[in-house]
């Protein structure tokens, strides 16, 4: 059976040319799939009852079934998702005032093992198909429509998830043929919809992955810098020792020139006495003075065993302040959903392990919601 959340735009279309079918069929489809989350092919009703009864032979739609859903005192919301063979990825729901935004998993585990990261600690288990990444967005929007949400831009008739980020489980350029199909799927009109603004992708810094992006699917980029040296990256960011900090630099000033945003947004990770002292603020700034871009401080999420500790808020502030003073954009992120471990780089950590005993023990979960 073909999955139809697996399907692209243009290999929507083909799969129908495939079957002697015009191509506005495919966009009729698409919408039915993306636009009205349509479950079944039954349910396309507008599609003329042989076709239906064809499609239902060949093709289903498919996303990855919810092992549990929680939701935060902040009102984030945690999807964790059935990966298979005892994995399972997550996807989180922020909802704000003007907004609504998703945070998307790329792989189950990740293999880059950077030191700070609980995701990177379980190790590599596999790369999520395009349908698995898709699938994460129609049933985010499916599930919050059906339940009724509000909020403006649903009230005018769009979808409740507005901005996408790739910042969940995994590194998603080191699975770019399947993330890149899901981005096309995100950003066409007769699907998502979504501008290419709207839609972040975050990256420890696979440079030559940097590079295709920019010239298959340009989206906003985020990159995971955490270290002014490379002396210390090394050590945080393993990966670069592959990819060192000049050439991550360089590879950021050439994805801005066909980039949707005149900014790159580097996070960085703030951890207690390694990387949060005045001397790596200033380091900091003298190593992106040629790069246009915005600082995103993230408070470190300690995770058991972690080995690092979470800076001091007045610290935080202080390396803010230092990076302003020079006249960068510098902001501290927000901790959302704290009380469920939904927060960057908590992921499927404890809870991946807990479900992992509970599906090995075939203990039916209980969704919290
Ligand atoms: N693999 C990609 C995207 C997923 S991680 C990347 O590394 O960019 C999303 C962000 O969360 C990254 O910036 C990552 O460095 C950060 N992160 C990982 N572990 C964290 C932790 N324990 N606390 C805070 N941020 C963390
Ligand atoms: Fe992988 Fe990103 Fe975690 Fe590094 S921070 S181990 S690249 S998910």
Known sequence: MQNLLDLEPAALAQFFAERGEKPF???????????????????????????????????????????????????????????????AVEAVYIPED??????ISSQAGCALDCAFCSTGRQGFN???????????????NRTLLAEGIRGPWVDAGRAPITNVVMMGMGEPLANFDNVVPALRTFLDDNAYGLSRRRVTLSTSGLVPW??????????????????????????????????????????????????????????????????DQPGHAQALIALVRDVPCKLNLIPFNPFPDSGFATSPR????????????????????????????????????????????????????????
């Open 25 to 87: 069929r495919a966009r009729q489809v698409s919408r039915w799939l993306h636009q009205r989350f349509a479950g079944d092919v039954a349910s396309m009703t507008d599609l003329a009852k042989p076709l239906r009864a064809a499609l239902a032979g060949v093709a289903e739609i498919r996303a990855p079934s919810v092992l549990r859903d929680t939701t935060a005192s902040d009102g984030t919301r945690k999807w964790l998702l059935d990966a298979g063979n005892g994995n």
């Open 98 to 103: 003007d907004r609504g935004t998703l945070c």
């Open 126 to 140: 596999r790369n999520l198909t395009t349908g698995e990444i898709v699938g994460q967005l129609w049933h985010a």
């Open 210 to 275: 940097i590079d295709r992006l920019r010239d298959e699917c340009p989206v906003a980029l985020a990159v995971s810098l955490h270290a002014p040296t490379d002396a210390l990256r090394d050590r945080l960011v393993p990966i670069n020792r592959k990819h060192p900090l000049s050439t991550l630099m360089a590879a950021c000033v050439r994805y801005l020139e066909r980039a949707p945003r005149d900014f790159v947004t580097f996070e960085y990770v703030m951890l207690d006495g390694v990387n």
């Open 314 to 369: 007045e610290r935080v502030r202080a390396f803010a302040h230092a990076l302003q003073d020079a006249g960068i954009v510098a902001t501290i992120r927000k901790t959302r959903g704290d009380d469920i471990d939904a927060a960057c780089g908590q992921l499927a950590g404890r809870v991946h392990d807990r479900t992992k005993r509970r599906l090995a023990a075939r203990i039916p979960i209980v969704a919290a919601h």
